[in-house]
């Protein structure tokens, strides 16, 4: 399922000649953090590549889209193993423990627009017939599910000791993170050298290492460009885990552990999938390959 996006295309170019007045993208990272090299995966980002096509059947990562919910298929289906298999305790950060991970996540890549695009672009509920008529969209068609869910999401109440925001630009992403981490002096980290929508066993290498105390992760939403959900949590701690999978292949992997998870859903998958109560000890989760982890230096 594909937008028809020639009426849009023809706004985002008279968009982006105006958008060539302000400062672009990479220079104002360079600007704003002169001591954090960008990560290959924003500048690509960075590229243009049109619209993203969004179909409805695509897999989707959806991890950022609350703790606070039960995240578990409808009916009597187990759990989604590909999002589950994520989930460990701290306990297990131990050199030879062994886990199957699928951490690449492929999707028709999107692209970041330029700030000032992105911020006259409609993104609300109150908006979305003026959202999916830019996108030539009917309102009851599966695309326009998708967008709907996306804005939703984003829309909805940050948890007890969480903040949150969907980042529309990188501009945004950089202010919220800086400002929620205290300082422009960050590293931003990615889980690398994963074979795309490869599913296998792991074992947890030498030299696993906390990294950081506090973070902002940043997960990619499924939306026709670039957005990101990124969200802080007020007790975490990130680690960074060396990874050696069945077939030889290596990786370096970033996971975060929420210290205090009184506040999730009681059925929340991750409490079935490693047998813990609500708030009893720290959980963790792997970050995927689309998402990205801001820390402190």
């Not at 030498?206 to 940043?218: E, H, Q, R, Y």
């Amino acid at each position: 399922m594909e937008f028809r996006f020639l009426p849009f295309l023809a706004f985002l170019s008279v968009m982006l000649v105006i958008s060539h007045a302000s400062l672009p993208s990479e220079d104002y990272w360079k600007l704003v953090l002169p001591h954090t090299p960008m990560p290959k995966a924003i500048r690509d980002l960075l590229q243009p590549k049109g619209l993203r096509s969004v179909d409805a059947a695509t897999p989707y990562c959806g991890l950022q889209s609350g703790f606070n919910k039960a995240f578990q298929p409808t009916g009597d289906k187990a759990q989604d193993d590909s999002k589950g298999s994520s989930f460990f305790l701290e306990t297990d950060l131990q050199p030879g423990k062994k886990m199957k991970l699928k951490l690449a996540i492929t999707t028709n890549e999107a692209a970041f627009l330029p700030h000032q695009v992105a911020e006259s672009i409609p993104f609300s509920s109150n908006k979305l017939s003026e959202i999916l008529s830019r996108f030539s969209l009917k309102e009851k068609s599966a695309e326009a599910k998708v967008i709907k869910k996306a804005i939703e999401e984003c829309e909805e109440p940050a948890m007890e000791g969480e903040a949150k925001y969907c980042a529309k630009s990188l501009e945004s992403l950089i202010e919220f993170s800086t400002s929620k981490l205290g300082s422009r002096n960050v590293n931003v980290l990615i889980t690398n050298d994963v074979k795309p929508m490869t599913s296998q066993e792991y074992e947890f290498g030498v030299g696993i290492k906390k990294i950081a105390d506090k973070a902002v992760v940043c997960h990619e939403v499924y939306y026709p460009y670039a957005v990101f959900y990124c969200h802080a949590f007020a007790k975490t701690r990130t680690y960074m885990i060396p990874l050696v999978g069945a077939d030889g292949s290596k990786a370096k992997a970033v996971a975060t552990c929420h210290l205090d998870t009184s506040a999730w859903h009681p059925k929340h998958v991750a409490f079935k999938v490693l047998n813990v109560k609500p708030g009893t000890v720290p959980v963790c989760h792997f970050i995927h390959s689309n998402d990205m982890v801001w820390i402190p230096k």
